[in-house]
């Protein structure tokens, strides 16, 4: 009979006994230890009398009068006029057409020029066909 047949066996003993330590020598050790902890004010006796700290949370509450005064542009808020953007200043007329003509054209011409890469302003000599698909690594 071959042995990998053969149900295992161990010869692993589970329960050893622990070997006795010298009694006198840990005691001393743990006197020697109490005396240390009771300079230090840490030994347990000595923690029982301490008052426990007690940990506050701090109030994090605002009144209006703790804020400063806000102007962040929105119509209606407190009598501010909203900002306009540029597309509603050249809906209204307010710029030469000139420069209309010349924003509209680089408005034409922002785009990602690179695969997950940002908006940008593509130059002329960009070649369109490879826009969006191309490495930003070259």
């Given at each position: 009979?071959?042995?990998?047949?053969?149900?295992?066996v161990?010869?692993?003993?589970?329960?050893r006994k622990q070997k006795r330590t010298n009694n006198k020598r840990l005691a001393a050790a743990n006197n020697e230890h109490d005396k240390w902890l009771r300079k230090q004010g840490l030994h347990t006796e000595q923690l029982k009398d301490k008052p426990k700290p007690k940990n506050?949370?701090?109030?994090?509450?605002?009144?209006?009068?703790?804020?400063p005064e806000m102007g962040n542009g929105i119509a209606g808020h407190d009598g501010m006029a909203a900002k306009l953007d540029i597309w509603e200043v050249l809906r209204k007329g307010g710029e030469n057409p000139d420069t209309v003509k010349r924003i509209k054209e680089l408005a034409n011409r922002t785009m990602p020029l690179y695969n997950k890469g940002p908006y940008q302003l593509a130059t002329p000599d960009t070649d369109l066909t490879q826009v969006g698909s191309k490495s930003r690594r070259g």
């Open positions: 009979m071959t042995m990998h047949l053969v149900r295992g161990t010869t692993t003993v589970t329960k506050e949370i701090p109030s994090y509450d605002v009144s209006k009068e703790d804020l």
